[in-house]
């Protein structure tokens, strides 16, 4: 299982879409939200994730091609 935190910047458009309880429910990947500023404009989330190094990968491609930019804040590292 892996480890690693991500800056997540939504559009106008995404901020009220469920897309956190999408990473949880379609990857597996248990989630700790570490700060969060959302307006009717934009959201910005940085969220601590941990997973299989596959879920990860494929959570974030899918949340990517939703129109969520992703910022990967350090390397993923390796916890039980």
Do not use: C
Request: glycine share 8%.
């Amino acid at each position: 299982m892996v480890e690693l935190k991500v800056r997540l910047t939504y559009p106008a458009q995404l901020v009220n879409q469920p897309l956190i309880y999408h990473l949880i429910q379609k990857f597996d990947l248990y989630t700790n939200i570490i700060e969060a500023q959302v307006t009717p404009s934009e959201g910005r989330l940085i969220v601590l994730l941990r997973g299989s190094p596959h879920s990860m990968h494929a959570g974030l491609e899918w949340i990517s091609g939703e129109g969520v930019h992703v910022e990967r804040l350090g390397e993923p590292t390796e916890v039980e």
